[in-house]
Antibody
């Protein structure tokens, strides 16, 4: 059974940093892209970042580019999101999602974790 | 950036009725790389449709997707009580992989 479990969320002050993790199990992690999607309270879904299976393709939303860094450790079946210079508008539930390749650098998201809440507030 | 617009914002229907949800893109979506997701309150999104018209594993056949270019549709042929939720479209043909604002299907 595919499982994705996010952790690392919490309360952080504006300008602070946080590192999210996503532990994957039930599938061959190194064969899939992995992705972060967030959802602000009461709002819709916003794609944040994607990383291909071998790190060849890495993409970011403009809203986080230069502040967030996605990475993965295929040996540990884990995905990470390093978030720096956090702002109030980064407050959201952050989901990790498995990406199925439709093409090079293009993925749809077939399994999602339950999310971890990040709150940026003073 | 491809902007997705979903309509209507809210669809009020009854169980057994047909639901037709629209997703329009600001420019053509590469190879119809368009997905639909369902989200219920307090839950993670669930993949329904990918490639505009292919049902994901385990999705009932009352869900169908169609369209190409800039106009896409999700149809639920006969609404079941568990189908009342928010539905999002997403294009994954070009980065940023944008989502639409969602359509809420309620009773």
């Amino acid at each position: 059974e595919v499982q994705l479990v996010e952790s690392g969320g919490g309360l952080v002050k504006p300008g602070g940093s946080l590192r999210l993790s996503c532990a994957a199990s039930g599938f061959t992690f190194s064969e899939y892209s992995m992705n972060w999607v967030r959802q602000a309270p009461g709002k819709g879904l916003e794609w944040v970042s994607s990383i291909s299976s071998s790190n060849k393709f890495i993409f970011y939303a403009d809203s986080v580019k230069g502040r967030f860094t996605v990475s993965r450790d295929n040996a540990k079946n884990s995905l990470y999101l390093q978030m720096n210079s956090l702002r109030g508008e980064d407050t959201a539930v952050y989901y990790c999602a498995r990406g199925v390749p439709a093409d090079m650098g293009r993925y749809y998201f077939d399994y999602w974790g339950q999310g971890t809440l990040v709150t940026v507030s003073s | 950036e491809i902007v997705l617009t979903q309509s209507p914002g809210t669809l009020s229907l009854s169980p057994g009725e047909r639901a037709t949800l629209s997703c329009r893109a600001s420019q053509s979506v590469t190879n119809s790389y368009l997905a639909w997701y369902q989200q219920k309150p307090g839950q993670a999104p669930r993949l329904l449709i990918y490639g505009a018209s292919s049902r994901a594993t385990g999705i009932p056949d009352r869900f169908s997707g169609s369209g190409s270019g800039t106009d896409f549709t999700l149809t639920i042929s006969r609404l079941e009580p568990e189908d009342f939720a928010v539905y999002y479209c997403q294009q994954y043909g070009s980065s940023p992989f944008t989502f639409g604002p969602g359509t809420k299907v309620d009773i």
